[in-house]
């Protein structure tokens, strides 16, 4: 079955950075995009980007522009999520979820579990 | 950037009722919309895709409607196990946005 599997926890200081991994299984990685949504805590849902897992091609809402990054490993069906210079205002949990095709025509249909990021000094 | 605009932002029902919550967006986007459902402490599960389209699984109850502007996501008969807040999704133009969430309890 289609799952897609974050990785854990992370509690940062203030100025560190953190990597997220979402690893796929159950389909082909590279007929699906993939997505990151932000939900800061008892906030609602707040798109950050996609990347095109064919082509590695990111592409970023403006408030995501700089300090974050996606990145495959394609040969092991896992999208990434690269924060830089940490805030406070990072503490949320980040979710992966994938949507068939690049078109944009197709909305996500699968998500990860979520993975907590905790920014405090 | 498109602003999608969910009201109410929370509502109480019965077990049995009927629910409709709406989705308002600032632009067109034509039916370049879908509908999620978010538990606490769960990710999002999709129940409704362009508009009115109901995933697999989803129980019939869930309704979809609408295009262009105005959507539409009916409850028919409400159920114990529907309390979440629900959320719209356009995915018509970058950057998709999100509704802020309509939150769905039971009295």
């Known amino acids: 079955q289609i799952q897609l599997v974050q990785s854990g926890p992370e509690l940062k200081k203030p100025g560190e950075s953190v990597k997220i991994s979402c690893k796929a299984s159950g389909y082909t990685f590279t007929d699906y995009a993939m997505h990151w949504v932000k939900q800061a805590p008892g906030k609602g849902l707040k798109w950050m980007g996609w990347i095109n897992t064919y082509t590695g091609k990111p592409t970023y809402a403006d408030d995501f522009k700089g300090r974050f990054v996606f990145s495959l490993e394609a040969s092991a069906s896992t999208a990434n999520l690269q924060i830089s210079n940490l805030k406070n205002e990072d503490t949320a949990t980040y979710f992966c979820?994938?949507?068939?095709?690049?078109?944009?025509?197709?909305?996500?249909?699968?998500w990860g579990q979520g993975a907590s990021v905790t920014v405090s000094s | 950037n498109t602003v999608m605009t969910q009201s109410p932002t929370s509502m109480f029902t019965s077990v049995g009722d009927r629910v409709t919550m709406s989705c308002k967006a600032s632009q067109n986007v034509g039916i370049n919309v879908g509908w999620y459902q978010q538990k606490t402490g769960q990710s999002p599960k999709r129940l409704i895709y362009w508009a009115s389209n109901r995933d697999t699984g989803v129980p019939d109850r869930f309704t979809g409607s609408g295009s262009g502007t105005d959507f539409t996501l009916t409850i028919s008969n409400m159920q114990a196990e529907d309390p979440a807040i629900y959320y719209c999704?356009?995915?018509?133009?970058?950057?998709?946005?999100f509704g802020g969430g309509t939150k769905l309890e039971l009295k």
């Open positions: 999704l356009q995915h018509n133009s970058y950057p998709w946005t």
């Open positions: 979820a994938r949507s068939k095709g690049y078109s944009g025509w197709y909305v996500m249909d699968a």
